[in-house]
C-alpha cells in the first residue's frame, strides 16, 4: 500500500511543477530589485560568501545579490522552467537544476547561461558540485545523473542495471571530499555512493516518510529531514540512522550543518535552530506573518546563511539571528 507520505508529496510536486510561477510575470532582462518587489517563489539558494548568493525558482527565476540582500539582480536564464536546485564553486562558476532535465550552467557569474545535456527528460530536483569537475544530481522516479568534467557529459548509473534503480522521487544530494556521496527522498530513502556517484547502495533509516533535505556536517554526521517534522541523524556516514524527537510536525523542506552550526526550515515559516552541529535542535521564535510562508532554499556557511521560501521570501542569517525586518518591517 502506498503510505499518506508517499502520495502526499507526489501531489506537492505537481503542484511545484504545475501551477506555481505560471501566474508570475517578470520582464526577461536583468534588473535591480529591492526584495519587497520579488514575487517569485524560490526552491534554492547558495551562499557564495557573506554577502554573495543565488535564488533560483518558478518560471526559470534566477536572482543574485552582492550586497547581503539589499538589492537582488534577476538574471536573464533563457528559460521558463521551474528552478529547483543552485549549486556555485566560484563567484564566477555554477549550475542551475530544475524541470524535465534541465541543467544551466554559467562561467560568468550568471552573465550568460548554456544548457548542459543531461541525458535525461525528468525533473531534476537538486545537485551539488564538490568543485567544477565532479558533480550529482538527482530527481523525478530514481534519478541519479554524476559528471566527472564539469557537466560536459552526465552519466547515468542505472543506465545498465535498471534493476537496481528506486522507483522514487529523490529530492536531496550531499557530496564529500571523501568521494562518498548521498541522495534522499521518497518513502524514506537514503543512498549512498562511496564511488563519487558512480554506483549506489541503499540504506536502512526505519522511516517510511518522505525525506526532503540532507545535510553532512563532515563524512560522518549527517542529518536528515521530511514530512511531519521527521529528524533522522547518523553518526557512521549513512549506514544506519536513529529518529530524532522533533519540536515540530509540520514538513521540514530542508537542512544545513556546518561547524557547530545548524538550520532547518520547512512548512508554515517554520525555522529549526541547533548549536551543537545538528545533535539538538529548537523552534526558533519568529513573527507571526512568517507562519504565512513555506521555507526551502537554505545555505550555510560558517555562521551565515540564506533562507529562501514563497512569495519572494528571502532572509539572510547570522548564527540564530535571522533578520526577519528585512521583509517584515513593522509600520
Not at 505537481?14 to 501551477?19: D, V
Not at 554506483?199 to 533509516?205: D, F, V
Not at 549506514?239 to 532547518?264: H, I, R
Not at 521555507?295 to 540564506?306: A, C, D, E, N, T
Amino acid at each position: 500500500m502506498i503510505g499518506r507520505n508517499f502520495f502526499s508529496l507526489r501531489h506537492w510536486v505537481w503542484i511545484f511543477i504545475g501551477i506555481w510561477g505560471i501566474f508570475l510575470g517578470h520582464r526577461r532582462e536583468a534588473i535591480a530589485q529591492d526584495q519587497v518587489r520579488i514575487r517569485d517563489h524560490f526552491y534554492a539558494a547558495h551562499l557564495v560568501s557573506t554577502d554573495e548568493a543565488w535564488a533560483v525558482g518558478s518560471f526559470g527565476a534566477i536572482y543574485h545579490t552582492k550586497d547581503r540582500g539589499k538589492t537582488w539582480e534577476r538574471q536573464d536564464s533563457k528559460v521558463f522552467e521551474p528552478l529547483y536546485g543552485v549549486r556555485f564553486v566560484s563567484s564566477a562558476e555554477g549550475w542551475v537544476a530544475g524541470k524535465s532535465g534541465l541543467i544551466l550552467h554559467t562561467t560568468d557569474g550568471g552573465k550568460t547561461w548554456d544548457k548542459q545535456v543531461s541525458g535525461t527528460t525528468y525533473h531534476l530536483f537538486n545537485l551539488a558540485f564538490l568543485d567544477n569537475q565532479r558533480g550529482i544530481a538527482a530527481g523525478d522516479f530514481g534519478t541519479i545523473i554524476h559528471t566527472s568534467d564539469g557537466g560536459k557529459t552526465w552519466n547515468d548509473p542505472f543506465k545498465d542495471k535498471p534493476e537496481q534503480k528506486e522507483d522514487v522521487f529523490l529530492y536531496a544530494v550531499v557530496m564529500h571530499d571523501s568521494g562518498k556521496a548521498w541522495v534522499a527522498g521518497e518513502r524514506g530513502t537514503l543512498l549512498l555512493s562511496e564511488d563519487g556517484g558512480a554506483s549506489w547502495a541503499k540504506q536502512p533509516t526505519g522511516t517510511e516518510a518522505t525525506l526532503l533535505g540532507l545535510s553532512f556536517r563532515d563524512g560522518t554526521f549527517g542529518c536528515a529531514v521530511g514530512m511531519d517534522g521527521t529528524i533522522l541523524q547518523s553518526e557512521d556516514a549513512g549506514k544506519t540512522w536513529k529518529a530524532y524527537e522533533s519540536p515540530v510536525q509540520t514538513a521540514l523542506y530542508n537542512v544545513a550543518l556546518d561547524g557547530n552550526m545548524g538550520l532547518a526550515v520547512g512548512d508554515e515559516g517554520v525555522i529549526l535552530t541547533s548549536s551543537d552541529a545538528g545533535k539538538n535542535w529548537s523552534l526558533l521564535d519568529a513573527p507571526e506573518e512568517l507562519s504565512l510562508y513555506w521555507l526551502m532554499g537554505l545555505s550555510i556557511s560558517g555562521s551565515h546563511s540564506l533562507l529562501t521560501g514563497s512569495n519572494g521570501l528571502l532572509l539572510f542569517a547570522e548564527g540564530t539571528k535571522v533578520d526577519f525586518a528585512a521583509r517584515f518591517k513593522r509600520q
